[in-house]
């Protein structure tokens, strides 16, 4: 047997062996106690697959950190970055080239409104904090807020704007950052008993956190579109919209945080195109080009560009807009464009994600909601569908969650996990049977849940 990058298993193997040995040896993890890790070894990908050291084929449903929208190894982009390799690999980010410029030009077509402006970074945490950071000069104020339950990138700015619990080790409460509750309705903070009660008391709190904090001391709020790593809650109707207007009201910079949900993964290029809402700047970074060679951004509205014309902004990445991630972008989007993934991704979820996903609930009493739009799902597992109890608690895990895992791997399926959530969120590429032999997968695996449900 041959796998996709042309080893053979035993080859995969020896080659696996040698990584995992080296890696256990050298390499230091992020988010990660480093005696504790055990790596799977990834050896070869192709579409929505991965091979494992083993020389196990799994379905990658995980899309590694929901970054690989256009599938492993796509082959428009694999060439576009070897045939950028030989025209040209890298120039300082004060000339221009022309795969920046066209990756540019591209980006602003897709953004909604006139965000046509790209500030090109290596990833989605700088491209959060030099967001904030343009947010800030813009204003001339310094607060920041961002909403509990959500995830906003590693580095400094942005982990202190994330509000979940890798915060808590780096947070000195000296950022500048504040956070507020956001709409939730199936685990509300506002004992709202419908998505309209939800949405009229979730603005009412954020109107009143304004208020308290002082509205002329706030730069911006930074918002994930819909939020990913914190359990892929849609925003109710007029939520996103109601921010527009507090921000308006207030001179706020509205921030469109679209790392994770940007680029087709909900169906629509940008998820905040879902609500016909316009931020004055949008972040985004892995669908971009789908994490093949590391790429972010900032999509900056007309007003706060001009800020910008005589004044010099001071920042900037040696990397900004590399030749080789802005290549890899230029051909995701063109064959994202021409081969109608992100349409694909609509429709998959549309007919075969949502609907499976809601049969499984009604089978397995463990499912206590199903969330999502596109390719970007959700499972929120629990003890008691009366009480809503988590299947593991916040920030933490539970032996249920790990055998649940286990279980999928082991019959071929890599999923994206956090606390009591399975995440269900394959390449926008995937195609019904692979959507379907996920969610089979899926199925028996959650008898295993199950049994830890009173």
Same mark, same amino acid.
């Given at each position: ?57 799994? &379905? ?54 006139? &965000?046509?402006?790209?500030?090109? !970074? ?46 808590? #080790? ?32 979730? &603005? ?90 590391? &790429? ?29 991630? !802005? ?27 949502? #609907? ?36 593991? #608690? ?61």
């Amino acid at each position: 047997m041959t796998l996709p990058n042309g080893l053979t298993v035993d080859q995969a193997r020896a080659e696996a062996a040698r990584a995992y040995e080296l890696d256990r040896r050298h390499v230091f993890h992020s988010w990660s106690a480093q005696k504790q890790l055990t790596p799977m070894t990834i050896t070869a990908a192709q579409g929505c697959y991965v091979w494992d050291g083993d020389g196990n084929r799994l &379905l990658d449903f995980s899309s590694q950190l929901v970054n690989t929208n256009i599938g492993h190894q796509h082959p428009k982009v694999v060439a576009a970055v070897r045939d950028q390799a030989a025209k040209l690999c890298t120039v300082a980010p004060q000339h221009a080239n022309a795969a920046r410029s066209e990756a540019a030009r591209l980006i602003a077509e897709r953004t909604p409104g006139e &965000l046509n402006r790209i500030f090109f !970074t290596n990833g989605g945490a700088d491209a959060i904090e030099h967001a904030v950071r343009m947010a800030r000069l813009y204003t001339d104020r310094y607060k920041v807020l961002s909403r509990y339950r959500s995830y906003h990138g590693g580095t400094e700015t942005a982990i202190n704007l994330t509000g979940d619990p890798r915060r808590w #080790p780096n947070d000195h409460g000296n950022a500048g950052t504040v956070h507020f509750f956001g709409p939730f309705l199936y685990r509300s903070q506002f004992h709202a008993s419908d998505e309209n009660e939800e949405t009229e008391r979730a &603005l009412a709190h954020l109107e009143q956190t304004i208020l308290m904090e002082g509205p002329s001391t706030i730069a911006a709020i930074v918002l994930e579109s819909i939020p990913g790593t914190a359990g892929i809650m849609v925003p109710p109707p007029g939520y996103l919209a109601g921010v527009r207007a507090l921000c308006d009201e207030h001179g706020i910079v509205f921030i469109a945080d679209e790392v994770m949900a940007g680029f087709g993964r909900t169906g629509k290029w940008f998820a905040i195109q879902h609500f016909d809402v316009v931020p004055d700047l949008i972040t985004f970074a892995k669908g971009v080009n789908s994490g093949y060679v590391p &790429l972010g951004g900032v999509a900056i509205a007309p007003h706060i560009a001009a800020a910008f014309d005589e004044r010099a902004y001071p920042g900037g990445l040696t990397y900004s807009g590399h030749p080789l991630a !802005t290549a890899a972008a230029v051909a995701t989007m063109t064959a994202m464009t021409e081969e109608g993934i992100v349409e694909n991704a609509a429709d998959i979820g549309a007919r075969v994600l949502g #609907p499976g996903l809601r049969g499984l609930a009604e089978r397995h009493p463990s499912i206590g909601e199903v969330r999502g739009l596109g390719v970007f799902w959700a499972l929120d597992l629990v003890r008691d569908r009366t009480t809503r109890e988590p299947l593991a #608690p916040y920030g933490g895990t539970s032996p249920a969650m790990t055998e649940v895992v286990a279980a999928c791997r082991a019959a071929g399926l890599l999923l994206f996990v956090n606390f009591n959530r399975l995440h269900v969120v394959p390449p926008c590429t995937v195609t019904e049977s692979e959507a379907k032999e996920g969610l089979a997968i899926l199925d028996e695996a959650l008898s295993i849940t199950d049994r830890h449900t009173a």
